[in-house]
């Protein structure tokens, strides 16, 4: 009887505390709900790699990371370092196509340098007054005034970064990028050597874009 008795107390002390303890397990759930929605969202970014690898290119592309946050649009390109005090110079170009509308066909903006060369940012879709306006070469537009370019070849690093801006680029939904080398030849002591066929590197692939980086205020 004593055990009965004990399964029984037991039995009702679970019973008697039951509403308590979901009163507690309630609050306890809002409390971290509460907490979670608090805290900020995480920073949306992807990084892709080159799946097919750039062969003999002396531009031979490893990864593209996209960043779309509060501080505007973000992308760094690691390729191959360039020696530029080697004996022979790479000459060719870099280029990254920038889709900002998932709803419109095809890349808004392009990033074109040659190597060793110029060149810099435009949109490649508007009217004339708004191509202008995104022009970072020769001289900056005012939408090409959000635009920084860096190029450290020698570490073989590539860094885009639009800042927002209303009536520019101002905080786009989604984002993606396709990435291009070429290395049209080379430059040594006896002049310029042109290669048949260059050597053509993508990134992820030809006519393909990176997947899509949404915004977030992180």
């Known amino acids: ?12 002390t679970s019973g008697t505390n039951r509403p308590y303890m979901r009163s507690l397990l309630l609050s306890l759930a809002i409390a ?20 097919l690898g750039g062969g003999t290119s002396a531009f031979d592309l490893y990864k593209v990371k996209v960043v779309n946050n509060a501080k505007g649009v973000r992308i760094t390109v690691k390729m191959k370092a360039v020696d530029w005090d080697a004996e022979t110079t790479p000459v060719g170009e870099f280029r990254l196509l920038l889709d900002t509308n998932h709803r419109s066909r095809g890349a808004e903006f392009a990033e074109e340098v040659g190597i060793p ?45 639009v800042k927002p801006k209303k009536g520019c680029l101002y905080h786009p939904k989604y984002v993606r990028v396709n990435v291009r080398t070429i290395q049209s030849g080379q430059i040594d002591e006896f002049g310029y050597h042109e290669y048949a066929p260059a050597r053509i590197d993508h990134l992820p692939y030809k006519n393909t874009f990176t997947p899509w980086v949404k915004y977030s205020q992180q």
């Open 117 to 161: 060369g110029d060149g810099g940012f435009r949109a490649l879709k508007g009217s004339t007054k708004h191509r202008t306006s995104w022009r970072t070469y020769p001289f900056a537009g005012k939408c090409g005034k959000t635009v920084t370019e860096r190029y450290d070849l020698e570490a073989g690093k590539v860094v885009v970064h």
């Open 32 to 51: 971290v709900g509460l907490l979670a929605g608090a805290l900020p969202a995480q920073a949306q970014e992807r990084t892709t790699t080159d799946p």
């Open 1 to 12: 009887m004593p055990s009965y008795r004990a399964t029984t107390n037991v039995h009702r």
